[in-house]
């Protein structure tokens, strides 16, 4: 079994980690690796839309499909 969990260091450098397994997991070794992660810095407005134009369309699956949204609910008209 294999776990990816990220969590961040706490001020005093700390890190505390809580970690649940199933009980069919109980009472077996483990190997814990601690590793940091550079964070991404926030996207900016022509980043993002750059994202969006190279994610658009990329569903290549035919069975794909939108379901059904539902009936637009019926309201009183405004006076």
Do not use: H
């Not at 809580?18 to 926030?42: G, M, S, W």
């Not at 994610?55 to 069975?63: C, L, N, Q, R, V």
């Amino acid at each position: 079994m294999t776990k990816v969990i990220c969590a961040r260091v706490d001020p005093n450098g700390v890190l505390t980690l809580t970690v649940p397994f199933d009980k069919a997991e109980a009472n077996k070794p483990v190997r814990v690796t601690v590793q940091t992660i550079e964070e991404a810095p926030p996207l900016d407005r022509e980043a993002w839309l750059r994202f969006l134009e190279q994610t658009a369309g990329s569903i290549t699956d035919p069975t794909f499909e939108r379901p059904p949204q539902g009936e637009y609910e019926e309201r009183d008209a405004l006076p």
